[in-house]
Nanobody, 120 residues
């Protein structure tokens, strides 16, 4: 299986910045898209940003202009630069990778999550 490990979460004041990282390891033939999701208490998990292997990105409207997703294909790592953070960004952020572990098909894998808390 693919293992995804997130890092970079923490407590930050409104208007501050954080950079999340997610490194994929394990038996990987190829990784297609990678992305970040988040889940706040009492709410469903929502997609925050995605990036394809070629660098095409997509963002949920609420973070456009503030967050930037990027990836290093050589390191199988995806990043989420979060600027101008707001209290409503508080959530557990999960890394996702759509990966082929066998060369025969694509499956989704998830990290354990990293807490981001935006509060004064």
């Amino acid at each position: 299986q693919v293992q995804l490990v997130e890092s970079g979460g923490g407590l930050v004041q409104p208007g501050g910045s954080l950079r999340l990282s997610c490194a994929a390891s394990g038996s990987i033939f190829s990784i297609n898209a990678m992305g970040w999701y988040r889940q706040a208490p009492g709410k469903e998990r929502e997609l925050v940003a995605t990036i394809t292997s070629s660098g095409s990105t997509n963002y949920v409207d609420s973070v456009k202009g503030r967050f930037t997703i990027s990836r290093d294909n050589a390191k199988n790592t995806v990043y989420l630069q979060m600027n101008s953070l707001k209290p409503e960004d508080t959530a557990v952020y999960y890394c996702n990778a759509n990966a082929d572990t066998t060369g025969w098909g694509w499956y989704d894998f998830w990290g354990q999550g990293t807490q981001v808390t935006v509060s004064s």
